[in-house]
């Protein structure tokens, strides 16, 4: 690989093949995670297909901020499965209960913590 390529390249390009445009990253506002649970999860999504995960879009970071599911989103991961977004807009009122999701944040106190989130990105083919 060239010093040019280096440049430009890291776990995050796009596989041979696949576009650039096709990508959709998702951050992980909750990072912690189970490893044993991850298992399980990776499990059921083998039989289960791709999860569908409430997100916010964060134009200013380019991301997707993960309202829930960081096990679902790591297991679709590691299995090569795009995640499916339910958009959630940017509010500093709504909550995740609000959105039948577990806790009593805003969806502004999650969304906005997503700049220092682990990223993941996903490939579409």
């Known amino acids: 690989m060239s010093k040019f390529q280096e440049m430009f390249m890291s776990e995050d390009s796009p596989p041979v093949g696949k576009s650039v445009l096709a ?3 998702i951050a992980l506002v909750h990072d912690h995670y189970d490893a044993a649970h991850l298992v399980a999860v990776k499990s059921a999504m083998q ?4 999860p569908t995960i409430h997100a916010v879009w964060m134009e200013c970071w380019g991301v997707w901020a993960a309202l829930e599911g960081c096990h679902r989103l790591r ?51």
């Open 23 to 25: 990508a959709v990253r």
């Open 47 to 50: 039989a289960l297909g791709a």
């Open 75 to 125: 297991a679709a991961y590691d299995l090569g499965l795009v995640p499916q977004i339910e958009a959630v807009a940017y509010c500093e009122t709504t909550t995740l209960a609000d959105l039948g999701l577990d806790g009593d944040y805003t969806v502004a106190d999650i969304a906005d913590d997503a700049y220092r989130a682990t990223i993941l990105t996903f490939f579409e083919d």
